[in-house]
């Protein structure tokens, strides 16, 4: 059984997240669990997400999910912004609400750390060639 898409293409913030994730060397997207999905060999972004309250799931509609360290999780879990998303917050998942005021800087931070993670060392190795010498 398909799962029904949770997402609509037009959306401008999901505009913005899908040209941080596929600026990133080798990225990819699909469709995963109705979600878009971002990937290189593995997946480092989703778009969206929920949390289950009271056997029932609230959908965050326009969130990004991102792999973390456990010391930047318990920083994050604490603000207001931040969540532990079904099914994949115990491999240490956490979903960021995007809103108005979103720190769009912080969010592509959080991508880029999620993709280091995820990524394959050639990729990786590619980003870094792209940073300006400091």
Known sequence: MAHPIMFDEADPVLRRVRALALALP???EKISHGRPAFFT???????????????SY??????VLVLVDLGEREALIGDDRCYVPA???SSGWIGLDLREDTDWDEVAELID?????????????VLDARAPAS
């Open 26 to 28: 080798d990225a990819a």
């Open 87 to 89: 099914y994949l917050g």
């Open 41 to 55: 060999t593995k997946i480092f972004a989703y778009y969206g997400g929920s949390v289950k309250v009271d056997g």
């Open 113 to 125: 750390a999620s993709y280091r993670r995820t990524a394959g060392p050639r990729s990786v190795a």
């Open 58 to 63: 609230l959908q965050h509609e326009q969130s």
